[in-house]
Protein backbone atom coordinates (compact mmCIF):
# COMPACT_ATOMS: atom_id res chain seq x y z
CA UNK A 1 0.00 0.00 0.00
CA UNK A 2 2.32 2.79 1.30
CA UNK A 3 5.83 2.49 2.16
CA UNK A 4 8.41 4.85 3.84
CA UNK A 5 12.13 3.95 2.73
CA UNK A 6 14.74 5.10 4.22
CA UNK A 7 18.46 5.65 2.82
CA UNK A 8 21.78 7.21 3.42
CA UNK A 9 22.62 6.07 6.82
CA UNK A 10 26.32 4.40 7.69
CA UNK A 11 29.46 5.01 9.56
CA UNK A 12 30.93 7.92 9.93
CA UNK A 13 33.64 9.71 11.83
CA UNK A 14 32.89 12.81 14.57
CA UNK A 15 32.91 15.71 12.34
CA UNK A 16 31.72 14.62 9.48
CA UNK A 17 28.46 14.39 7.25
CA UNK A 18 25.32 12.39 6.18
CA UNK A 19 22.35 12.95 4.15
CA UNK A 20 18.98 10.74 4.66
CA UNK A 21 16.42 10.34 2.27
CA UNK A 22 13.10 9.12 2.89
CA UNK A 23 10.69 8.58 -0.41
CA UNK A 24 7.21 7.89 -0.02
CA UNK A 25 5.41 5.53 -2.53
CA UNK A 26 2.25 3.90 -3.04
CA UNK A 27 -1.47 4.96 -3.55
CA UNK A 28 -1.02 8.48 -2.10
CA UNK A 29 -3.72 11.37 -2.24
CA UNK A 30 -1.28 14.22 -0.36
CA UNK A 31 1.37 13.56 2.81
CA UNK A 32 0.71 15.95 5.80
CA UNK A 33 3.73 16.52 8.29
CA UNK A 34 7.30 14.19 7.63
CA UNK A 35 9.58 14.08 10.08
CA UNK A 36 12.83 12.16 11.35
CA UNK A 37 13.24 10.41 14.52
CA UNK A 38 15.95 8.74 16.20
CA UNK A 39 16.37 5.68 18.61
CA UNK A 40 19.67 5.22 20.17
CA UNK A 41 20.31 1.44 22.19
CA UNK A 42 18.61 1.39 25.47
CA UNK A 43 16.94 4.76 25.00
CA UNK A 44 13.43 5.93 23.71
CA UNK A 45 12.93 7.02 20.02
CA UNK A 46 13.12 10.78 20.26
CA UNK A 47 11.96 13.49 17.55
CA UNK A 48 14.70 14.83 15.59
CA UNK A 49 13.10 17.68 12.86
CA UNK A 50 9.97 18.21 11.62
CA UNK A 51 8.13 19.94 8.34
CA UNK A 52 5.15 20.81 8.00
CA UNK A 53 3.94 20.95 4.09
CA UNK A 54 4.61 24.37 3.42
CA UNK A 55 7.92 24.15 4.73
CA UNK A 56 7.70 24.96 8.28
CA UNK A 57 10.47 23.15 10.49
CA UNK A 58 11.18 22.19 14.11
CA UNK A 59 14.20 20.81 15.22
CA UNK A 60 15.44 19.31 18.77
CA UNK A 61 17.43 21.66 20.60
CA UNK A 62 20.15 18.92 20.31
CA UNK A 63 20.20 19.42 16.51
CA UNK A 64 19.96 22.62 16.12
CA UNK A 65 22.38 24.30 13.81
CA UNK A 66 23.77 21.07 12.52
CA UNK A 67 21.01 18.79 10.95
CA UNK A 68 18.35 20.62 8.14
CA UNK A 69 15.59 18.57 7.32
CA UNK A 70 13.66 19.50 3.96
CA UNK A 71 11.47 18.20 1.46
CA UNK A 72 10.94 17.52 -2.03
CA UNK A 73 6.49 17.74 -2.61
CA UNK A 74 7.29 16.51 -6.38
CA UNK A 75 8.81 13.55 -4.96
CA UNK A 76 7.26 12.36 -1.58
CA UNK A 77 10.06 12.82 -0.46
CA UNK A 78 11.99 14.39 2.85
CA UNK A 79 15.46 14.08 3.64
CA UNK A 80 17.67 15.14 6.34
CA UNK A 81 21.37 17.09 5.96
CA UNK A 82 23.47 15.52 9.15
CA UNK A 83 26.02 18.01 9.73
CA UNK A 84 29.57 18.11 12.41
CA UNK A 85 27.88 14.95 13.57
CA UNK A 86 28.89 13.81 17.11
CA UNK A 87 29.11 9.99 19.05
CA UNK A 88 25.87 11.11 20.55
CA UNK A 89 24.09 11.04 16.83
CA UNK A 90 24.31 7.59 16.70
CA UNK A 91 21.12 5.64 16.34
CA UNK A 92 18.53 4.41 13.86
CA UNK A 93 16.75 7.09 12.44
CA UNK A 94 13.19 6.59 11.48
CA UNK A 95 11.40 8.36 8.49
CA UNK A 96 7.61 9.62 9.61
CA UNK A 97 4.55 11.08 7.48
CA UNK A 98 1.39 11.85 8.20
CA UNK A 99 -0.48 10.17 4.99
CA UNK A 100 -3.61 10.46 3.35
CA UNK A 101 -4.19 7.03 0.84
CA UNK A 102 -6.08 7.66 -2.21
CA UNK A 103 -9.03 5.62 -0.49
CA UNK A 104 -9.27 7.66 2.65
CA UNK A 105 -10.33 10.87 3.97
CA UNK A 106 -8.17 10.48 6.78
CA UNK A 107 -4.69 10.94 7.34
CA UNK A 108 -2.14 8.35 8.77
CA UNK A 109 0.76 7.88 10.59
CA UNK A 110 3.44 5.55 8.73
CA UNK A 111 6.73 5.11 9.37
CA UNK A 112 9.74 3.72 7.52
CA UNK A 113 12.51 0.62 8.37
CA UNK A 114 15.06 2.56 9.70
CA UNK A 115 18.31 3.71 8.51
CA UNK A 116 21.64 3.19 10.99
CA UNK A 117 23.78 6.07 11.52
CA UNK A 118 26.88 5.24 13.35
CA UNK A 119 29.10 7.94 14.27
CA UNK A 120 32.55 7.00 15.84
CA UNK A 121 36.43 7.48 15.60
Known amino acids: QVQLVESGGGLVQPGESLRLSCAAS????????MGWYRQAPGKERELVAT???????NYADSVKGRFTISRDNAKNTVYLQMNSLKPGDTAIYYC???????????????WGQGTQVTVSS
Open 51 to 57: ITSRGRT
Open 96 to 110: NADIRPTSSNYYYGE
Open 26 to 33: GSIFSINA
